[in-house]
């Protein structure tokens, strides 16, 4: 099992910053990759960014993120970083932290981003 846990989120005016962290205590050895997804009221869950834990530190992000948000990890592999900039009202959801080990999803409880216009 692998528990997270999210800080950093709140209130932001429009062009804003906020740093979202995510701690991950338990079976960390068996994760592969680690993530942050949200979800807006009325919509599904969508893919934020993620970052290997096992391939270099390899990152990928959603379109609609690219060129604001940079996810990154400490060297111990146990916290996993989102800056997020230039931030938009359109951001405005509950961001949740995800560790995939391969063969299950680990999820945290959210942290609401709300960013006012």
């Known amino acids: 099992q692998v528990q997270l846990v999210e800080s950093g989120g709140g209130l932001v005016q429009a062009g804003g910053s906020l740093r979202l962290s995510c701690a991950a205590s338990?079976?960390?050895?068996?994760?592969?990759?680690m993530g942050w997804y949200r979800q807006a009221p009325g919509k599904q869950r969508e893919l934020v960014a993620i970052?290997?834990?096992?391939?270099?530190?390899?990152?990928m992000y959603a379109d609609s993120v690219k060129g604001r948000f940079t996810i990154s990890g400490d060297n111990a592999k146990t916290t996993v970083y989102l800056q997020m900039n230039s931030l938009k009202p359109e951001d405005t959801a509950v961001y949740y932290c995800?560790?995939?080990?391969?063969?299950?999803?680990?999820w945290g409880q959210g942290t609401q981003v709300t960013v006012s216009s």
């Open positions: 995800n560790a995939n080990s391969g063969y299950q999803h680990y």
């Open positions: 338990g079976s960390i050895f068996s994760v592969r990759t």
């Open positions: 970052i290997g834990i096992t391939t270099g530190g390899s990152t």
